[in-house]
Antibody, heavy 118, light 111 residues
Framework: QVQLQESGPGLVKPSETLSLTCTVS????????WSWIRQPPGKGLEWIAY???????NYNPSLKSRVTISVDTSKNQFSLKLSSVTAADTAVYYC????????????WGQGTLVTVSS | QSALTQPASVSGSPGQSITISCTGT?????????VSWYQQHPGKAPKLMIY???KRPSGVSNRFSGSKSGNTASLTISGLQAEDEADYYC???????????FGGGTKLTVL
């Protein structure tokens, strides 16, 4: 059973960079695509980006200029960096595994709340 | 890349059936059979309920079913139970650029 766990600071100051890591256990990160998805308080889900274990990436065009996603297969981890954050970036951030075809996310982390505030 | 359109809320009584719609465009739902549906209870992570329009993951009740017609996908829940009360999100592969797009979510209330 694959498990995902997000980690990183819960509080980030405006204009700084949000950094999160997702650690995958119970299976290898190799050969799959992995996503970051966020959910502002009381709102819906928003896809941020995904990465293949080979390093191939794809970004939500509305966030692309501020987002970097990377993978470390030796640690079975992938990471998210979001620069120049504002209060609008306050959200629960989820990491998830993509399976099957296209946009199917079959395993999710529990999510981590990141608050942007001074 | 716009969000898929879902009704904000639906409701039904125990034992009844409800359907949640998810309307996209010819660039996403209409072209690709890559629509998935997620159930989210308060404070919890989303759970995959349907993938590739109508396939059910192992362990998901057969009371949940999915379909698609044109640019609109649908999730039907039959024999409503109190535990089905949750938010539901659709998701689709989008465009030749291989993006991912979610719907705005639908709150299901079991009366």
């Amino acid at each position: 059973q694959v498990q995902l766990q997000e980690s990183g600071p819960g509080l980030v100051k405006p204009s700084e960079t949000l950094s999160l890591t997702c650690t995958v256990s119970g299976g290898s990160i190799s050969g799959y695509y992995w996503s970051w998805i966020r959910q502002p308080p009381g709102k819906g889900l928003e896809w941020i980006a995904y990465i293949h274990s080979s390093g191939s990436t794809n970004y939500n065009p509305s966030l692309k200029s501020r987002v970097t996603i990377s993978v470390d297969t030796s640690k079975n981890q992938f990471s998210l960096k979001l620069s120049s954050v504002t209060a609008a970036d306050t959200a629960v951030y989820y990491c998830a595994k993509i399976c099957c075809g296209g946009a199917t996310h079959d395993y999710w982390g529990q999510g981590t709340l990141v608050t942007v505030s001074s | 890349q716009s969000a898929l359109t879902q009704p904000a809320s639906v409701s039904g009584s125990p034992g009844q059936s409800i359907t949640i719609s998810c309307t996209g465009t010819s660039s996403d739902v209409g072209t690709y059979n890559l629509v998935s549906w997620y159930q989210q209870h308060p404070g919890k992570a989303p759970k995959l309920m349907i993938y590739e329009v109508s396939k059910r993951p192992s362990g998901v009740s057969n009371r949940f079913s999915g379909s698609k017609s044109g640019n609109t996908a649908s999730l039907t829940i039959s024999g409503l139970q109190a535990e089905d009360e949750a938010d539901y999100y659709c998701c689709s592969h989008a465009g030749s650029s291989n993006y991912v797009v979610f719907g705005g979510g639908t709150k299901l209330t079991v009366l």
